[in-house]
Nanobody
């Protein structure tokens, strides 16, 4: 079974940057659209950004112009470059793809804390 491992989170001041990574355990990764999700403390998990197999990105409105999603299929990795971070970006960030979500699978996520 494919596994996804998120990393790169941390504590950063408002206005700072972080780069998250999502590494997949196998090469089939390149065949799937991958998304990043964010779960703020005490709230539901919401979609933040998506990248198709061809590299076409799509973003939730609140992160447009600040976040950039990209992928390196040779490394089975998707990235989320987060700039101009705001306190409301705080949360646990997860990557996932539709077929894994359908099985109920979620990785451990990576914590992002943005201080004001």
């Amino acid at each position: 079974q494919v596994q996804l491992v998120e990393s790169g989170g941390g504590l950063v001041q408002a206005g700072g940057s972080l780069r998250l990574s999502c590494a997949a355990s196998e090469s089939l990764f390149s065949r799937y659209t991958i998304s990043w999700y964010r779960q703020p403390p005490g709230k539901q998990r919401d979609l933040v950004a998506t990248i198709t197999t061809r590299g076409s990105p799509n973003y939730e409105d609140s992160v447009k112009g600040r976040f950039t999603i990209s992928r390196d299929n040779a490394k089975n990795t998707v990235y989320l470059q987060m700039n101009s971070l705001k306190p409301e970006d705080t949360g646990v960030y997860y990557c996932n793809t539709a077929f894994l979500i359908a099985t109920g699978y979620w990785g451990q996520g990576t914590q992002v804390i943005v201080s004001s």
